[in-house]
């Protein structure tokens, strides 16, 4: 048995075309005007309704151990909240406990991954680049694992130098993996923690003041230097600031192969929410930080002109009771990250289709199809096209709603993004032809995600 759905917009990452849509089991069968209901076949009617490809958010973390706590949301929690915001697929980063094998960090992936409602692939995070280590790339890379991150900050914990890096690009490039960094100078930061800390400084608001734009800047242009240097593509997790995406504009106008992904976050929010009283400040701090908000446009600018090419969300949710308050004392030791891979979907609609900041092609282009091609998943994910998985979001653009705490389906006890209006929200949600959410409601089932095996990353450059 077949399902039809009849009378929707279908919008891709290049076209806008009313048509009806067929699915067959887990795939899209057919594609096409009026298409003919046939015997047994369900129907969903989509009058007045969007029809996208499920949104691709390519950055969260799950159960991440992680400044001394495990982030909030398990896969379980986070695969619900990602898509009842039409996210149908997500790659969280499967991070090397230091000194041990990469298999090792694989396998324990896998173990906490087993409940998740949407489907998932992982980055590998090398936090310790060693012989061994590199021995281990290739395997990792014909497991489907065919992306790396590293750390140019959190000095004495994940930054690795200059010389490892340029070990790793290269071992990684040989092999047909992407090199992925977080990129703020983490010598920079260390020094002013240190400063600040000296000083007695301790409310949220050092958070930002020890993370100066600049630390982006700095690390940004490095970066694209020693991706020249070892000839391979670099993709830049959470851009965050104007001075970092000027870096970027740079290197691209000279035909460098870097690829600037940014967060909701760095397009809505801004540093002086650091100054909320009673360490309200907390509930906002990570890295980078928030910046002034100044920077705020001149980001949608490099997103909509194509500079940023993605737009994932660095989910990392810690509660403020009993987390976020592990830093009290020290700005220091506030757990660093928010919730958002249910808002991203959402909120980068209202915001950047709504305001006139994006196409809705463009919009489908950053939260799906971009995401999809640079990490191997492509046609299979953030695409609407016969033979592709039928991950789809049945949207309702006049449906009005508000991002809170009280709401969503993060395990989090409080929303960065508490009170925004919302224009536009996921009616029903399909992944590989089933429903997971319907007329609004979360119908999923347990344990329904499946890992995706990739194919090689950096290839739509
Ligand atoms: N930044 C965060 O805010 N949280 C997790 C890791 C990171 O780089
Ligand atoms: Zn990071
Ligand atoms: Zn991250």
Not at 99 to 114: F, G, N, Q, Y
Request: aromatic share 10%; with cysteine; proline share 5%.
């Amino acid at each position: 048995m077949s399902t039809l759905i009849k009378g929707g917009t279908i919008v891709t990452a290049g076209d806008i075309c009313a048509a009806d849509l067929r699915m067959d089991g887990e795939k899209i069968a057919e594609i096409g005007k009026d298409l003919p209901q046939k015997d047994g076949d369900a129907v969903i009617q989509a009058k007045g309704r969007y029809i996208f490809p499920g949104g691709v958010d390519v950055h969260t973390h799950f159960e991440l151990p992680f400044m001394g706590t495990i982030s909030a949301d398990d896969f379980k929690t986070g695969s619900i909240a990602a898509i009842c915001g039409g996210t149908t697929s997500f790659i969280d980063f499967c991070f090397q406990d230091k000194t041990k094998p990469l298999a090792e960090a694989v396998k324990a992936w896998h173990e906490k991954s087993k409940k998740a409602v949407a489907d998932f692939g992982y980055h590998m995070g090398i936090t310790d680049y060693t012989p061994a280590v590199a021995a281990e790339i290739p395997s990792i890379i014909k497991q489907g694992i065919t992306s790396f991150k590293f750390f140019m900050a959190y000095k004495g914990v994940l930054q690795i130098d200059d010389g490892q890096i340029i070990g790793i690009m290269e071992i990684i490039g040989k092999h047909g993996g992407l090199a992925m960094v977080h990129a703020e100078n983490g010598d920079m930061i260390d020094t002013l923690v240190k400063r600040f800390v000296a000083e007695g400084k301790q409310p949220p608001e050092y958070h930002w003041l020890s993370h100066p734009a600049l630390a982006e800047e700095e690390a940004v242009h490095r970066i694209i230097e020693l991706a020249r240097f070892t000839d391979q593509p670099i993709y830049i997790v959470h851009l965050s600031s104007a001075d970092g995406l000027e870096k970027v504009k740079e290197a691209m106008s000279r035909g460098y192969k870097v690829i600037a992904e940014t967060c909701p976050q760095y397009l809505l929010l801004s540093s002086d929410l650091y100054y909320k009283p009673n360490f309200e400040g907390a509930k906002w701090v990570m890295s980078p930080p928030l910046r002034p908000a100044d920077h705020l446009e001149k980001m949608w600018d490099g997103l909509s002109k194509g500079f940023i090419k993605t737009v994932a969300t660095d989910h990392c949710s810690f509660n403020f009771k009993g987390q976020k308050e592990m830093g009290r004392e020290s700005f220091a030791k506030i757990p660093n990250g928010i919730a958002s891979v249910g808002d991203r979907f959402n909120l980068l609609y209202t915001y950047g289709v709504g305001k006139g900041r994006l196409s809705l092609t463009r919009f489908v282009d950053v939260v799906a199809t971009a995401p999809a091609k640079l990490f191997g998943m492509y046609p299979q994910k953030g695409s609407i096209a016969v033979g592709a998985d039928a991950d789809l979001v049945i949207f309702d653009p006049e449906a009005g709603g508000e991002v809170s705490a009280k709401t969503h389906h993060h395990n989090c006890d409080y929303s960065a993004y508490e009170g925004m209006k919302l224009k536009g929200l996921p009616e029903s949600v399909l992944l590989r032809g089933k429903f997971a959410v319907r007329d609004g409601k979360y119908v999923g089932e347990q344990g329904a995600g499946r890992f995706i095996a990739r194919g090689p990353s950096g290839k739509m450059m």
